[in-house]
C-alpha cells in the first residue's frame, strides 16, 4: 500500500488587482510632466487609463482619481486618513506659515473653530455693500479710458479689484495706493512659489536668484500685513469694525481663551489674502472670456440684470433673485476652477473604486478633468448655465463639482467669493459688454491659480438700454 502524499497544499495567494497607469516614465519624468503642464499631464492619465490612474511621483506611489465618488472617499467619507501634511506641502509652509492652507490635524481645527464666525452669513452681509461700491468705482475709471486705443487687460483689471475688495473687507483699509505693488508681487511669486513647492530644490536658505526673488517678494506682502495688523490692533479699541482682521484680532479659543498670535494672524491674513482675492479674480476672468464667446449666454444675462435690477447697484437682497447670474459664474468655474486640483496624503491604506493604495501614497483630484466628465455633464465642454437649474442638477453627483474642495476642509471662504463674484459680474454687466482683442491666444496655465497665461485683453462696450 502507498503512503499517503502528505505534502501541504498551498492555495494560491488571491491576485491583487492593480490600477492601470504608465510603467515606462521613471518617478523623476513623471514629476516633472506634472510640473511642466498640469493640464495636459492629467487629460493624457485620464484619457489612456480611465479613473483611478497609478503612477510613481519622486519617492512615492501615486494616484490620479476622476471619478466624483473616489473623489468624495478622499475629501469626505474617509477624510481623517488623507492629509494635507504630505511631504512636499513642507515647502509651502516655508512660505505660507502654518495657516488654514498648509495646517492639519488638530491645530488645523483649533484655527478653523476661531475663524468661523468671521465667516457667518450675517457678518458677510455687510461686505456686500463695499463689494459693489469697489467694482463701480472701478467703472468709473473705466470710463475716463478710451478702449478703442488701449484694450484692458481683464485679468489684471480683476485682480485689482479683488485685491481691492480684501483690502476694505479683511482690513477696513483701502489697499488702491498699493493695489499695484501688492498684485505686481503675487504675479511675480506665483511662479516661484508653484516651481518651489513642487521642487523644493535648493531650499530657501540657499541664495539662489530664483530664491532671492522668491524671498524679496515675501518680504514686500510680509511688510504690508504686519503694518495692517499693528494699526488694526491699535484702532480696535476705538471702534467695531465688522472687517476680517478686527474679528481675528477679537477671535478668542472657546476652550483655552487664547488669541491668535502675531505670525499666526500673518499667515492667515495671507492665506485669505491670497486664496480670497486671487481665485475670485480668475473666476471672473474667465466668466468674461466665455461671455464674450457665447452672446446668447450673454444676452439672458443682461435680461435677468434690467428685469431685476433696473439700474440699480445690486445688493446682497438682490442676489436670491440673480439666479442665472450665480449660474453663469457656477459653469465658468466648471470648466475653468480657479484651483485646478487638490492634493492629499494617504496615512493608511485606503480601497479606492476596487483598487488597494497602499499608505504614504499621494492622491491627486483634478478638478479640471471631473468637472468634464462625460458620464456626469452632458455636452462637458459647452457652456452652458442652465445645466446648473434645479432640474438638471437635481440628481447630480455631489463631487462632480467641487470648485471649493469639499468635506470638513472646503474651503472657508466659499460663500464670500461667490457672493463677491455674483456681485460684481452683476454690476460690471449692466454696463459694459466686454469683447476678446480679435486673435488674442487664450491658454489657461496652472500656478497658485488657473490663469490666462497671455493675460485677456478685450475691448469695452458700452450697453445701451
Known amino acids: 500500500m502507498s503512503e499517503p502524499n502528505t505534502t501541504p497544499v498551498f492555495a494560491p495567494e488571491p491576485v491583487v488587482k492593480k490600477p492601470p497607469g504608465p510603467r515606462t516614465l521613471s518617478p523623476l519624468s513623471n514629476a516633472a510632466a506634472l510640473q511642466r503642464d498640469p493640464i495636459r499631464f492629467a487629460l493624457d492619465m485620464w484619457q489612456r487609463y480611465g479613473d483611478v490612474v497609478h503612477f510613481r511621483f519622486l519617492f512615492w506611489p501615486a494616484y490620479v482619481l476622476y471619478h466624483p465618488n473616489h473623489v468624495k472617499r478622499v475629501l469626505q467619507e474617509n477624510h481623517r486618513n488623507y492629509s494635507k501634511n504630505f511631504p512636499m506641502m513642507k515647502a509651502a509652509q516655508e512660505i505660507f506659515g502654518n495657516g488654514l492652507f498648509t495646517n492639519d490635524g488638530e491645530s488645523w481645527l483649533h484655527q478653523r473653530r476661531l475663524m468661523q464666525p468671521s465667516f457667518h452669513h450675517k457678518r458677510l452681509v455687510g461686505f456686500g455693500r463695499l463689494m459693489s461700491e469697489a467694482a463701480a468705482t472701478m467703472l468709473e475709471r473705466w470710463q475716463r479710458t478710451d478702449p478703442a486705443d488701449a484694450p484692458l487687460d481683464i485679468s489684471q483689471e480683476m485682480m485689482r479689484l479683488s485685491l481691492r475688495i480684501a483690502g476694505l473687507t479683511l482690513f477696513a483699509h483701502d489697499l488702491t495706493d498699493e493695489v499695484d505693488r501688492i498684485g505686481r508681487t503675487f504675479t511675480t511669486l506665483g511662479p516661484l512659489i508653484s516651481r518651489y513647492t513642487s521642487f523644493p530644490f535648493p531650499p530657501l536658505w540657499i541664495p539662489t536668484p530664483r530664491n532671492r526673488r522668491l524671498l524679496a517678494g515675501l518680504h514686500t506682502l510680509n511688510t504690508v500685513i504686519y503694518a495692517l495688523i499693528n494699526e488694526r490692533r491699535k484702532q480696535l479699541a476705538d471702534t467695531d469694525a465688522p472687517d476680517l482682521l478686527s474679528m481675528l484680532l477679537s477671535a478668542r479659543d472657546e476652550e483655552t481663551g487664547e488669541s491668535m498670535s502675531d505670525q499666526q494672524l500673518r499667515d492667515e491674513v495671507l492665506t485669505l489674502l491670497l486664496g480670497g482675492h486671487e481665485t475670485t479674480a480668475m473666476a471672473l476672468t474667465w466668466t468674461w472670456y466665455l461671455l464674450s464667446q457665447h452672446p446668447e449666454v450673454e444676452r439672458h444675462l443682461h435680461a435677468e440684470l434690467d428685469t431685476v435690477l433696473s439700474g440699480q447697484l445690486p445688493s446682497v437682497e438682490h442676489l436670491d433673485a440673480l439666479l442665472y447670474t450665480r449660474r453663469v459664474i457656477q459653469e465658468a468655474m466648471r470648466l475653468y476652477p480657479p484651483v485646478f486640483g487638490f492634493t492629499r496624503f494617504a496615512i ?37 448655465p442652465e445645466r446648473f437649474s434645479p432640474e438638471r442638477s437635481t440628481d447630480r453627483l455631489h463631487f462632480a463639482y467641487f470648485p471649493f474642495g469639499g468635506g470638513p476642509r472646503q474651503c472657508i471662504g466659499n460663500a464670500f467669493a461667490m457672493m463677491e463674484a455674483q456681485l460684481v459680474l452683476a454690476t460690471v454687466a449692466q454696463r459694459y459688454s466686454l469683447r476678446l482683442l480679435p486673435g488674442h491666444l487664450v ?22 438700454r
Open 443 to 464: 491658454e489657461p496655465q496652472v500656478l497658485l491659480t488657473m490663469r490666462p497665461r497671455y493675460g485677456l485683453p478685450m475691448t469695452l462696450y458700452p450697453r445701451l
Open 348 to 384: 493608511a491604506s485606503d480601497e479606492i473604486g476596487g483598487y488597494p493604495v497602499p499608505a504614504k501614497s499621494i492622491m491627486f483630484l483634478s478638478a479640471y478633468c471631473t468637472h468634464r466628465h462625460p458620464a456626469f455633464w452632458e455636452k462637458p465642454d459647452v457652456f452652458d
